[in-house]
């Protein structure tokens, strides 16, 4: 009976503790991943429970938004807080390096109390450790490998691998793991979950911040280990959006992951390949089970704020185009979910917010201070339900060939290499596939479009230094 009474009150004594204490963060992004990929919001083909069971645990931002659709640029806003153009990266080239004098999140956080873990991929300049985070696992970069330069590497169905060519996982001392493969192989983003579950096993006397990148679904998209038929092309269907061709060169028709595929885009080509996307991310789901069980586990998922997301969407076939690079919904959209303490369960959320929020958002739900560096906007008074929108309009933008505005319902693309304007009623139109532009009837709101986004575009040049 003593014994009964001491663990009864064990168990009081550490859920109470549990319930007072800092909440602790679990960033969870994505590559690749358009926002229709969640059985749970409405994609009846996929196979994903372990989101759909965090969509009824928490709030989704249904438009939420990456305004620079390209890996890098992408991550560097999640951890500035700010615009490409404010933090010097916004081409996605190399030499880019963003601004040493902003604050990074996990900077932020470990300066808050938190200890600060990563794993998963890396693409900004420098390293985890050099940028905030106190200890990394899992970690997969560049460099390590033993590829010969412009040997041709082939992969699924005989083509060149042209994406992540060399990289590989490196230890905590930053020595290549060659065990785990060169490139992207069927397992990679198990091994990135393995290196968050040896951070989480490990009991700390501070709340932790882990940040977990998966590569998954980037190319070379390669099945993971009995997957094979787990979607079957002719079970599945093309996007309501899908062509043979882009009708213009909107910017990256040259493009690596334009390449990927022959023009014109054929309907089996684009099945074949969405199979196989289906089959990752279902994959990614598993990981992030493996992780959310272990923190269930041990008593700390109730304190524990989790964010899954990802850097942008992913053409595959729509408008027909392979991969990033556009302003099309189907690309700057991304899944966004938050759940945890407080947070209301299974709500739907129509405000308009970027990726970049997230870094306020993160420091306004842990008490944690928000640098002035910062300019994304706090989503907490959307989630304690204090507002319905943050933005009347949000912008998008990639390198010098595209530029974007749109409010709830009307968005407008320039290209200005082609001084070409697009403009789409996302209410009755949400596949863009009807191009307004030239309708009079819309004459009123394509003027108000225009006129924000040429202010924007002062606003950019200005941060920019001038540059572009």
């Not at 009964?4 to 004594?13: E, I, R």
């Not at 800092?22 to 992004?29: A, T």
């Not at 979607?231 to 060169?249: G, I, S, T, V």
């Not at 819309?442 to 572009?468: F, T, V």
Request: hydrophobic letters at 35%.
């Amino acid at each position: 009976m003593k014994r009964f009474l001491s663990l009864s009150f064990s168990l009081l004594l550490l859920m109470t503790l549990d319930a007072g204490s800092k909440p602790n963060v679990l960033l969870i992004v994505t590559d690749d991943q358009r926002p229709d990929t969640i059985a749970a919001l409405g994609n009846e083909l996929i196979d994903t429970p372990n989101l759909d069971r965090l969509v009824k645990r928490g709030i989704t931002f249904e438009q939420a938004t990456c305004a620079n659709p390209l890996c890098v640029p992408s991550r560097a806003e999640i951890l500035t807080g700010c615009s490409s153009f404010r933090n010097g990266v916004l081409m996605g080239r190399g030499g880019e390096r963003i601004d040493p004098k902003l604050t990074l999140l996990p900077a932020a956080m470990t300066a808050g109390g938190y200890h600060a873990w990563y794993s998963g991929k890396w693409m900004n300049d420098g390293k985890p450790l050099a940028r905030g985070y106190q200890e990394t696992r899992g970690l997969f970069g560049s460099g390590g490998g033993t590829w010969k330069k412009g040997e041709i590497i082939l992969g699924r169905k005989g083509r060149p691998v042209t994406g992540y060519r060399n990289w590989t996982f490196k230890d905590a001392k930053g020595n290549p793991e060659l065990d785990k493969g060169i490139g992207l192989t069927s397992l990679t983003d198990k091994y990135v979950a393995d290196g968050a579950l040896e951070f989480l096993k490990r009991k700390t006397d501070k709340p932790f911040f882990l940040h977990v990148n998966f590569t998954g679904p980037h190319d070379p998209l390669i099945y993971p280990p009995g997957y094979e038929n787990r979607y079957k092309p002719a079970d599945l269907k093309l996007p309501p959006n899908f062509l043979p061709r882009h009708p213009f060169d909107h910017g990256n028709l040259e493009g690596r992951d334009e390449r990927l595929l022959p023009w014109p885009r054929t309907k089996q080509d684009i099945l074949d390949e969405i199979a196989v996307y289906y089959a990752v991310i279902d994959h990614i789901d598993i990981q992030v089970g493996r992780i959310f069980e272990q923190l269930r586990a041990d008593g700390r998922l109730n304190n524990t704020y989790v964010i899954f997301s990802s850097d942008h969407g992913l053409a595959l076939g729509s408008h027909g185009i392979m991969g990033k690079h556009n302003m099309y919904e189907h690309t700057i959209r991304v899944p966004l979910i938050i759940a945890g303490p407080g947070v209301p369960k299974g709500k739907r959320s129509e405000a308009l917010c970027y990726l970049r929020d997230l870094y306020p958002t993160i420091c306004d739900l842990t008490g944690t201070a928000i640098p002035e560096s910062v300019e994304g906007k706090s989503l907490k008074p959307v989630i304690n339900g204090k507002q319905d929108a943050i933005y009347s309009e949000i912008y998008g933008y990639f390198r010098d060939k595209q530029r974007m505005v749109r409010n709830n319902r009307y968005k407008l693309i320039h290209y200005p290499h082609l001084d070409r304007h697009q403009l789409f009623d996302l209410k009755n139109d949400p596949h863009e596939l009807n191009d307004l532009i030239d309708d009079k009837r819309h004459g009123l709101m394509l003027g108000q479009l225009r006129e924000k986004l040429a202010s924007k575009n002062k606003e950019w040049k200005a941060l920019a230094g001038g540059n572009e």
